[in-house]
């Protein structure tokens, strides 16, 4: 079953927290929200394989967890609050976290925030980019 086109579908780089990406990720974000716990941090930090397993992640989530692919943990599901329970255990920042979404150095991602964000030339449509 395809899904209805929504209006900031067509916006890049921004993934809504609506209905479809909850019910895709799930399990992904109760895997994240399970780190609370710190009996769970230091199971996922001896064995995160065998910790990721208690959950029913599909094989890209899986993925993007192991190789910490924030993009993708949006991408595939993830909520931010919830995924950034993830990068908190590997001891990151937001800002940190902004930085590798960006493609730039923290002290990068800091000043652009600082400066007021990123350009919305080319970011408020798909369409905008030749994207159709």
């Given amino acids: 079953m395809t899904q209805a ?3 900031y579908d067509d916006i ?3 993934y809504v927290f609506d209905g479809r990406h909850h019910r895709a990720g799930y399990a992904l974000n109760m895997f994240c929200m399970s ?3 710190e009996a769970n941090r230091d199971v996922f930090r001896t064995d995160p394989a065998g910790y990721l397993d208690r959950f029913d992640l599909t094989e890209d989530q899986r993925t993007a967890v192991e190789q910490r692919d924030w993009l993708g943990l949006l991408r595939l599901g993830g909520n931010i609050y919830y995924t950034f329970k993830l990068a908190i255990f590997d001891g990151l920042s937001m800002q940190d ?3 590798m979404m960006s493609g730039v150095s923290t002290d990068e991602f800091s000043k652009m ?3 007021g964000g990123r350009s919305i030339d080319g970011n408020r449509s798909r369409r905008d980019r030749g994207g159709g």
């Fill in 5 to 7: 086109e929504r209006d």
């Fill in 12 to 14: 890049p780089g921004t």
């Fill in 35 to 37: 780190l609370n716990d």
């Fill in 97 to 99: 976290v902004g930085a």
């Fill in 113 to 115: 925030m600082i400066d």
